[in-house]
């Protein structure tokens, strides 16, 4: 069963930054892509962040490039959102999400694994 866990989130100023984890159960960590995405209120579902097994090929929505990084630690079966600048448009719940097959990288569609969701609040 794969269980995954958010933590890091929060409340934080206009320009201020929060560091998102992600501690992954279940199946081995490192045969699968895993990924940031995000859900604010009355918007769609977005991916954030993506990164693939051996942290070879990342991804970024435009909106977060040069302010978020993403990245895992396959030792500690952990991943990984460095978030600086914050911005009242970043004010979503996070979700970690384990792609559920193997490759570079996912969409979060059905098949994929997700967490439960850690809120992270930016104010102006």
């Known amino acids: 069963q794969v269980q995954l866990v958010e933590s890091g989130g929060g409340l934080v100023q206009a320009g201020g930054s929060l560091r998102l984890s992600c501690v992954a159960s279940?199946?081995?960590?490192?045969?699968?892509?895993m990924g940031w995405f995000r859900q604010a209120p009355g918007k769609e579902r977005e991916r954030v962040a993506t990164i693939s097994t051996r942290s070879g090929i990342i991804y970024y929505t435009d909106s977060v490039k040069g302010r978020f990084t993403i990245s895992r630690d396959n030792a500690k079966n952990t991943l990984y959102l460095q978030m600086n600048n914050l911005n009242p448009e970043d004010t979503a719940i996070y979700y970690c999400?384990?792609?559920?097959?193997?490759?570079?990288?996912?969409?979060?569609?059905?098949?994929?694994?997700w967490g439960q969701g850690t809120q992270v609040t930016v104010s102006s």
């Open positions: 279940g199946r081995t960590f490192t045969n699968y892509a």
């Open positions: 999400v384990q792609c559920g097959l193997r490759g570079p990288s996912c969409s979060g569609a059905s098949g994929d694994y």
